[in-house]
C-alpha cells in the first residue's frame, strides 16, 4: 500500500476543504449535474465495481493503528479512520443514477484486520450499498475468484480501484492479468476526476477488452506483458519446510514476492536445499496463486574444475572486518540460519552493502578488553580492494547452540561476539576460524545463507583439501586464523 508523504498532503488539503461533510462537493448541484452529464454520456458500464479499503476508500490503512490495538480497541469512523472525499458520495450518486441500475459493487481487500474492516463499513454506513464483501489475508485472485463465482459476472464486466500498482503488496498488475480492467489511485479516491476518467477508460477499454490493462495515476492507460508461460526465471531457494513439502523461491527486483514451490515439482531424486539456485516456470495452481513449475536446479561446473560452489553468508561492517581479522569468535542470531549446518562446514563471508548501526557499542566492549583506538581501527578495516559487496573471507563453522541473557552478558561472551549481551542474538555460532580470500569476489547478496560458484583459484590453499562436498571439514588443519 502507497501511504507517501506526498498522499498525505494531499489529503490533509482536501480534508481541510471539504472537512468530510455532508456539505461537500458532492452536495453541490454543480458538481452533481457535472459528474450527471458525463455519466449519461456512457453506454458502456461495468456490471461490477470493486474497491479495495485501505488507502483507496479509507485512510489510514489498518495496521498502523497499533495503539488501538494494543488497547483492545475498536478504531472509530471519521476519528481514527476517514473516508476519503469523493469515495461515499460517489457510490450513493451512482446507486440514484439509472443508467448504473443494474450495476453492483464490492470491497475486496487483504487487511488482517478483518473484524475492524468490517465494523468500519458498518460505521460508515457503506455495508447496506455493497453487493459482495471480501475481506481476508491472502491473494487477490482468490477475492476476485469468489466475487466471479458469487455474482456470476465475468471479469471483463468488472472495474478494480487499488492503491498499489505492483511488487510484493500490489494488486492492480495481478488483477488485471485476470481480465478485470483496474485503475490505479495511489492518492485513494479523493476527487471525482477517479472516477470519471476510469468510467470513460472502461467505455474505450470493452471494445478490446484487453487482459493487463491499468489506468494509470495520471489518467494513461498501460498495457502489462502477459507471462509467457514458457518463460523461464531464474532465482535461489529462501526457505524450505520439509515436513510439509513446499518452500520458497527469492527471484527478481527487490519487490518480487517469492515464489511457492511444491516438492512434486522437483526432479525427481534430486535433494534440495536454501541457497540452491533454481530456474523454473510460472503456472497457476489449484488454489488461484501462481506457483513455480519445471524446475531445474543448477549444478555448478565442477568438470571444468574451476568453479566451487559454496554457502554463502553476508555481514555489514564493521563485523564482516571483526570476524575476517580473527576478533570476533562467536557469531549469534536469533533465527535458526546456521541450524541446519554442521560443525566444519566451511562458508564464503560477504561484505553488505551498509554499516550496521550499533552506536559504536562495540567500540566500548573491544575497549573492555584492554584494546586502544589504533588496535580496534585496525581490526575493524579490510584490506586494501576488499570491501562492501564482495565475498572477502571463508570460515569454518563450529557447534551452534542456545545461550540465556545471562550468559551473553558475560564480559568474555560479550568480547567474542564485539556486542553487549543484550544486543547479541540468542543462538551462538562458533567461529572455527577465518582466512581472507587470495582475492575479494563480487558477490550479490542476499538475506540468510544462499549459494554462489566460485573460482577455486581464491580459496586459500588447503581449505578444499579434506573437503570436496564442502560439507564436512576438519578443525585440524593449519591454515588460515583459528578462533579455537
Aim: with cysteine; charged share 25%; proline share 4%.
Amino acid at each position: 500500500m502507497n501511504y507517501g508523504l506526498c498522499s498525505l498532503a494531499l489529503f490533509s488539503t482536501l480534508l481541510r476543504a471539504s472537512a468530510f461533510s455532508r456539505s461537500s462537493v458532492w452536495r453541490s448541484s454543480s458538481a452533481a449535474s457535472t459528474y450527471a452529464s458525463t455519466s449519461t454520456s456512457l453506454n458502456s458500464v461495468p456490471s461490477l465495481i470493486v474497491f479495495d479499503l485501505d488507502n483507496t476508500l479509507w485512510t489510514p490503512e489498518l495496521y498502523q493503528l497499533r495503539k488501538l490495538a494494543r488497547n483492545n480497541q475498536l478504531p472509530v469512523a471519521h476519528k481514527d479512520v476517514k473516508l476519503f472525499p469523493a469515495a461515499k458520495e460517489m457510490i450513493m450518486e451512482m446507486k440514484k443514477d439509472g443508467k448504473y441500475a443494474n450495476t453492483k459493487f464490492a470491497v475486496a481487500s487483504r487487511t488482517k484486520s478483518v473484524d475492524w474492516a468490517h465494523d468500519l463499513l458498518n460505521q460508515f454506513e457503506l455495508k447496506e450499498w455493497l453487493d459482495y464483501v471480501e475481506i481476508f489475508p491472502g491473494d487477490k485472485k482468490k477475492h476476485f475468484n469468489n466475487l466471479k463465482r458469487s455474482s456470476g459476472i465475468d471479469f471483463e464486466e468488472m472495474l478494480f480501484f487499488d492503491d498499489a500498482r505492483d511488487g510484493k503488496y500490489g494488486n492492480c498488475e495481478l488483477v488485471s492479468a485476470m481480465g478485470v480492467l483496474s485503475v490505479h489511485c495511489p492518492n485513494g479516491i479523493y476527487e471525482e476526476s477517479i472516477w470519471v476518467n476510469a468510467m470513460s477508460q472502461y467505455k474505450e477499454w470493452y471494445a478490446h477488452k484487453t487482459p493487463g490493462t491499468i489506468v494509470e495515476w495520471d489518467g494513461s492507460v498501460t498495457t502489462v506483458k502477459p507471462t509467457d508461460p514458457n518463460e523461464r526465471f531464474r532465482g535461489n531457494v529462501q526457505f524450505i519446510n520439509r515436513e510439509k513439502r513446499f518452500g520458497f523461491i527469492q527471484y527478481g527486483g527487490r519487490g518480487t514476492k517469492d515464489m511457492f514451490f511444491h516438492f512434486n515439482d522437483l526432479p525427481y531424486g534430486d535433494d534440495i536445499n536454501e541457497g540452491d539456485e533454481l530456474s523454473f516456470t510460472v503456472v497457476t495452481a489449484r488454489n488461484g496463486k501462481d506457483a513455480a513449475a519445471n524446475i531445474e536446479i543448477s549444478k555448478s561446473d565442477t568438470d571444468a574444475g574451476d568453479l566451487v560452489n559454496m554457502h554463502v553468508f553476508s555481514m555489514n561492517l564493521p563485523f564482516v572486518a571483526l570476524l575476517s581479522n580473527g576478533y570476533k569468535t562467536l557469531e549469534t542470531r536469533n533465527g535458526t540460519m546456521f541450524v541446519p549446518y554442521k560443525a566444519g562446514t566451511k562458508m564464503l563471508l560477504h561484505a553488505g552493502q551498509r554499516i550496521y548501526p550499533d552506536g559504536d557499542r562495540h567500540i566500548d566492549v573491544m575497549k573492555s578488553g584492554g584494546l586502544d583506538d589504533d588496535e580496534i581501527k585496525a581490526l575493524k578495516s579490510l584490506p586494501p580492494g576488499f570491501g562492501k559487496g564482495m565475498a572477502v573471507a571463508i570460515v569454518e563453522l563450529g557447534e551452534t547452540f542456545e545461550t540465556t541473557l545471562e550468559e551473553r552478558c558475560d564480559p568474555d561472551f560479550q568480547r567474542k561476539v564485539a556486542a553487549f549481551g543484550a544486543d547479541a542474538g540468542m543462538r551462538a555460532t562458533v567461529i572455527r576460524r577465518v582466512e581472507y580470500l587470495k582475492r575479494p569476489v563480487k558477490v550479490s547478496g542476499r538475506g540468510g545463507v544462499f549459494k554462489a560458484n566460485i573460482d577455486k583459484s581464491v580459496i586459500p590453499d588447503g581449505w578444499l583439501d579434506d573437503d570436496a562436498d564442502n560439507d564436512g571439514g576438519s578443525s585440524d588443519k593449519k591454515t588460515g586464523k583459528s578462533n579455537t
